[in-house]
């Protein structure tokens, strides 16, 4: 029974870090911008499928150590600057037109980018062999594979760097500033641009990671891949509280601890009627519930009525 | 402040008539031009009416109400799934097609305030994430209780509509079926427009505590206008579901959502005019591009970016009536 519940315990942590990383993404951008970036799951997608490129034509025989670290560098800088570069075509021109639009041009990016890949590689699903080495580890009766003590250790030390960039560089403060209150960050002499050019290279270069680390833990990836994950992990970002860093992380964990337990438990509760295919109701039932109880989320902002107007302008 | 609400105080009460002359004219035109069609052409225009349909059932929640939904799938399925359950082999109920509708527009008014008492505090975003997660919870379920809805299998062989001994099977006849359910919609969302509940819905768009301050039942209204634009979603499911003679889970993704929403936003938020030109484009548009097939959800999603980038207001806008485009055309 321990072994059971440590195992699942793994597993919840594996694929909340996962979720933790792209809903970084999700949050940076929702506190500067207030925008909801449907094209955010696309960066996670693309992630994978450039780390997929990079193992092709560089790496054909195998990674190693810094090989694997060669491509995860090189997937999130390739994938930061596409998301530098959508947010100059595709967010900027609407920086000043109602909420809505900007949101909806961020859907036609996230059609577009499917379809793209879709073109070069095909719809169908592409096998990724994992860059750690996977060695099944026996743990008080748990099996845990070095894959995802990888995915934590990796996920976490991200975490800890972008924390250690927001809170304590000049950029960081910047960028801090500027989701604060933009017009205020500007008078203050602050490029506001190149913040959120700074936000728009680290989010989608989290994202990218974490496609690189859902796809070895899967073993396979294909071009929509990005929907379904990436709104999981806006729902992170929503359970943390959206804006908040910290918030964005936890959520990721609580979101993974609830799906990987919850789905565990469905089939005993119910005696076999509800089974595993319902995993993917957890994170919006816990969503639709969250916001009623606690609308700001676990870490967020407080909502008050100034803030609730500032919010309602669609 | 925001495009959606630049121009609402502008009621275009006088132009009442113009549009509805405007609206039956095409309309008889087109009717006029349909037997001599080949039948394809009469199916892309059976779907560009259901989507008119659909678009003017959400546009009640966004482009009146102002509350965004992006969970509007969900009432479409439930009409959908209504008339694939109680008129096919899969029960071997074949009830007259009338009840169905009956039946169908009630699971869509229950359904439309079951979504709309827990979202009723939320605003803005959290309303259009919550709608979301709602549309993907009705998708999971139908793809996933096999017993009931046959699965990703979805449910085949739907008997054809049966409307007083005649029956409606030919696209033809689905044709003008749609047409005159969307021209009763058309004329329903115009009179809600200019009644006091519509008066209501547009005060809450505009400022809600305003609103309630001067006495209106915001919970009331929104109520109406969650029920009321899931009613004429589930009649454009269940005339889908006749139509296509099939429903799987598959028709009722969040993409499908995402269209209807485009529908109303590149045509025009809060305008019946603006729904009929959006939804022209935005079917029109990929079967233009069918001979382009690959390229055609490429092309698609970066035209709607484009598209909104250079118009985002749409492109009729709200203050836009029949009566103003004649001003504009005597000025020029």
Redesign the interface.
């Known amino acids: 029974m321990t072994g059971l519940i440590l195992q699942q315990a793994v597993n919840a942590l594996t694929i909340g870090a996962i979720y933790a990383l792209i809903a970084l993404g999700y949050t940076m951008v929702y506190g500067v911008l207030r925008l909801i970036n449907f094209a955010h799951g696309e960066m996670f997608m693309l992630g994978a499928y450039a780390a997929l490129i990079f193992v092709i034509f560089l790496f054909p025989h195998g990674a190693g150590l810094f090989g694997a670290l060669f491509i995860f560098i090189g997937a999130f800088i390739a994938i930061g600057l596409i998301g530098v570069a959508i947010e100059r075509a595709a967010y900027k021109p609407l920086r000043h037109s109602s909420r809505l639009a900007p949101m909806l041009s961020s859907l036609g990016i996230s059609l577009a980018l499917q379809a793209a890949v879709q073109l070069v590689a095909g719809p169908q699903p592409i096998g990724f062999a994992t860059l750690f080495p996977a060695i099944h580890l026996q743990f008080a009766g748990a099996n845990i594979t070095t894959v995802q003590i990888g995915i934590i250790l990796c996920a976490l030390l991200l975490m800890f760097a972008l924390n250690r960039f927001v809170s304590s560089t000049r950029l960081g403060i910047n960028v801090r500033a500027v989701s604060e209150n933009m017009r205020t960050a500007q008078l203050l002499g602050i490029d506001i641009d190149k913040a959120i050019s700074l936000i728009f290279f680290i989010g989608p270069g989290l994202g990218a990671i974490a496609g690189i680390l859902y796809a070895s833990y899967y073993g396979v990836m294909t071009p929509t891949m990005g929907v379904i994950v990436g709104l999981k992990a806006f729902t992170a970002a929503i359970l943390g509280g959206i804006g908040s860093i910290p918030g964005a992380m936890i959520g990721g964990f609580v979101l993974g601890f609830l799906e990987v337990f919850g789905t565990a438990m469905l089939p005993i509760l119910t005696d076999g009627y509800l089974g595993t295919e319902y995993r993917d109701i957890f994170a919006f039932a816990a969503l639709i519930l969250v916001l009623l109880f606690k609308p700001s989320g676990l870490l967020g902002e407080r909502v008050s009525e100034e803030t609730m107007v500032y919010k309602r302008d669609f | 402040?925001?495009?959606?609400?630049s121009s609402a105080t502008k009621a275009p009460a006088t132009s009442t008539k113009v549009v509805g002359f405007a609206l039956i004219l095409a309309a008889v035109v087109l009717a006029a031009c349909v037997p001599f069609m080949p039948n394809y052409y009469v199916r892309v225009l059976d779907s560009i009416l259901i989507y008119v349909l659909l678009g003017m059932g959400l546009n009640i929640v966004i482009g009146y109400a102002?509350?965004?939904d992006l969970g509007f799938v969900a009432f479409y399925a439930i009409g959908a799934y209504t008339y694939a359950l109680l008129a096919s082999p899969m029960f071997d109920l074949h009830l007259p097609f009338l009840v169905i509708v009956l039946i169908a527009c009630v699971l869509g008014a229950i359904a439309g305030i079951l979504l709309g008492i827990?979202v009723l505090?939320?605003?803005?975003?959290?309303l259009?994430?919550?709608t979301?997660?709602?549309g993907?919870?009705i998708r999971?379920?139908i793809?996933?209780a096999d017993r009931v809805t046959n699965g990703p299998k979805g449910i085949a062989a739907i008997d054809r509509i049966n409307l007083f001994g005649l029956t409606i099977s030919t696209p033809k006849d689905i044709f003008w079926l749609l047409l005159v359910t969307c021209i009763l919609v058309g004329i329903v969302v115009w009179r809600l427009q200019n009644s006091i509940l519509g008066k209501a819905w547009m005060a809450i768009r505009e400022d809600?505590?305003a609103a309630r301050g001067i006495g209106i039942n915001t919970t009331n209204a929104k109520l109406a206008a969650f029920s009321i634009s899931a009613v004429i979603g589930s009649i454009a499911g269940v005339i889908f579901a006749a139509f296509q003679r099939f429903v799987s889970p598959e028709s009722f993704t969040?993409?499908e959502s995402?269209l209807i929403?485009?529908i109303i936003?590149i045509g025009g938020?809060g305008n019946i005019l603006g729904v009929i030109a959006g939804a022209f484009i935005l079917i029109l548009l990929p079967e233009l591009l069918r001979d382009y097939a690959?390229?055609?959800?490429?092309l698609?999603?970066?035209?709607?970016?484009?598209l909104?980038?250079v118009r985002?207001?749409g492109l009729v806008p709200r203050s836009f009536t029949p009566a103003s485009l004649f001003s504009w055309l005597r000025f020029r």
Not at chain 2, 294 to 298: I, K, N, Q, V
Not at chain 2, 301 to 306: C, D, E, N, R
């Open positions: 402040m925001s495009a959606v609400s102002g509350l965004l827990p505090r939320l605003r803005g975003d959290y259009a994430i919550v979301l997660g709602f993907e919870i999971v379920l793809n996933n809600q505590d969040f993409h995402v929403v485009l936003v938020v690959e390229y055609r959800m490429l698609l999603g970066l035209l709607m970016a484009v909104i980038i985002p207001h």
